[in-house]
């Protein structure tokens, strides 16, 4: 992951196509033996019609999860926008 906003052309970006691979990790929490835990994960993908659209689509979804998490999960989502 970079930290630069390619749509603004700033910070960290990058500019040259190439095999990336990504590790993702977790904050602390504790696990106790024989006690269920809860890890809720989103993984968020956009498509637009170019690259950098596609970036402001999933940035939009993002701010839709993020909502739909801090609702507690009661502001479901019930309807697919069609392309």
Do not use: H
């Amino acid at each position: 992951m970079y930290s630069g906003d390619p749509v603004a052309n700033s910070g960290w970006i990058c500019n040259f196509k190439t095999d990336q691979r990504l590790m993702a990790n977790t904050g602390t929490f504790q696990l106790e033996k024989d006690k269920p835990q809860e890890i809720i994960i989103a993984y968020v993908v956009g498509r637009g019609n170019t690259s950098l659209e596609s970036i402001n689509t999933a940035k939009d979804i993002t701010k839709d999860a993020i909502a739909f998490y801090n609702s507690n999960f009661t502001e479901i989502p019930v309807s697919v926008k069609e392309n």
